[in-house]
């Protein structure tokens, strides 16, 4: 808006293929040492989506596998295994 330019792009290149949480809480394990396979939920209404859980420098990142639309700041995110809530964090960027 500031430049008054229009991006356009084809939809394989929309979407996150990460983000950075911040206020992570870990409820039914301990804040794996390296990476975690896990399923995410974004919003209530999304289905969990496939994706690795990162630790790194007191960092969590979350890495999907394949690109997602419609990740914003200050969203919640979900981590599971099966059925098991493993914790989550906001979405910083």
Do not use: H
């Not at 790194?56 to 981590?79: H, I, W, Y």
Request: proline share 5%; charged share 25%.
């Amino acid at each position: 808006v500031a430049n008054n330019r229009i991006l356009a792009g084809t939809r394989a290149l929309a979407g996150s293929e990460m983000v950075v949480l911040r206020d992570v809480v870990w409820t039914s394990i301990e804040p794996p040492s390296d990476k975690r396979s896990c399923r995410v939920r974004l919003s209530y209404d999304r289905k969990a989506l496939p994706a690795q859980i990162i630790v790194r420098d007191g960092r969590v990142v979350v890495a999907f596998n394949e690109r997602v639309l419609g990740v914003r700041p200050g969203q919640p995110v979900v981590f599971y295994s099966d059925k098991l809530v493993l914790g989550g964090g906001i979405v910083v960027g």
